[in-house]
C-alpha cells in the first residue's frame, strides 16, 4: 500500500499515533489501489461491499428522537453499511469546521463515500474515497484548524482529518474509537497542532464500534477487508 503524501488526508497507524512521544501529523493515505508492493504483486485491495443500496434513505425514529433531545443546534443523520449514526455539531466552538461539514452533507458529497482507513483501537475516517479507493472529486477549499476550541478527541467524538500543513482540512472527518487525548492541541509540545473535534456521537455508537471492529485487509493495513459504505448523510436540523 502506497502512504506517500498526496492531497488527501489519513490517520497515521494506530501504534504509531499512541506510543511516539510526540505526535507525529497524521499520515497522508493515497488511494491505496491499483499500486504495487514495489514487486510485481500488486497490492491488496478491500472487496466491495455487497450491499450498494441503501436499506433505507431516511433516519430511524431513534435517530430522530436522539436529534430532537439533543440541544445541539445542528445534527446529522448518517447511514452506514454497518448501521446508523446520529452526531449533534458544535456550531458555538467549532464554526468553522462544523459550517464546512455541513456543506458537504448538504451538497451530497458524502454519498457513497467508504470508511477508507480504519484502526483498530484508534479510529474510523471516512469522507474522501469511493469505492474501489479512487479520490472523491469536489473537495471545497481547506479551512482553518479550530484546535483551540476546547474539545477534546475522545471516544464517539468526530473531528477533522487533514495533511501536514495546518490549515489544511477539505472533507475527510474521523471517529474516535477511544479516547485520543494524544491527537489535541498542545501548547506544551512544539508543532503538535492537533485536530479538532467538532462533534459527538448521540446515537449510533453501536455502529462505529462495528466498523472499527471489522476484519482488517491484513495485519497492519489500517483499512478493512471489507469496504465499509456510507450511503448518505443528511441535516436533521
Not at 177 to 202: E, H
Request: aromatic fraction near 8%.
Amino acid at each position: 500500500m502506497n502512504t506517500s503524501l498526496s492531497s488527501s488526508t489519513t490517520l497515521m497507524s494506530a501504534k504509531s499515533a499512541l506510543t511516539a512521544a510526540s505526535l507525529g501529523l497524521l499520515a497522508l493515505l493515497t488511494a491505496c489501489g491499483g499500486g504495487s508492493d514495489g514487486g510485481d504483486t500488486p497490492a491488496p485491495k478491500p472487496k466491495p461491499n455487497p450491499v450498494t443500496t441503501p436499506p433505507t434513505t431516511t433516519c430511524s425514529a431513534a435517530g430522530i428522537a436522539a436529534s430532537k433531545a439533543s440541544t445541539a443546534a445542528a445534527t446529522v443523520c448518517m447511514l452506514t453499511s454497518k448501521g446508523e449514526i446520529v452526531v449533534e455539531l458544535e456550531t458555538v466552538k467549532a464554526p468553522i469546521t462544523t459550517a464546512n461539514f455541513l456543506a458537504y452533507v448538504k451538497s451530497g458529497f458524502y454519498k457513497d463515500t467508504i470508511f477508507h482507513r480504519v484502526v483498530p483501537g484508534f479510529v474510523a475516517q471516512g469522507g474522501g474515497f469511493v469505492s474501489g479507493g479512487a479520490a472523491k472529486t469536489g473537495a471545497l477549499a481547506p479551512i482553518a484548524l479550530e484546535n483551540q476550541n476546547g474539545l477534546s478527541n475522545l471516544k464517539y467524538t468526530i473531528a477533522m482529518a487533514r495533511t501536514s500543513a495546518v490549515d489544511s482540512a477539505t472533507s475527510q472527518f474521523y471517529f474516535n474509537t477511544v479516547d485520543n487525548k494524544s491527537l489535541d492541541y498542545s501548547s506544551a509540545v512544539a508543532g503538535k497542532n492537533g485536530y479538532a473535534v467538532f462533534g459527538r456521537i448521540i446515537s449510533g455508537k453501536e455502529t462505529v464500534d462495528a466498523i472499527n471492529a471489522e476484519p482488517q485487509l491484513y495485519t497492519g493495513a489500517d483499512m478493512t477487508a471489507t469496504e465499509v459504505l456510507l450511503y448518505w448523510a443528511t441535516q436533521l436540523k
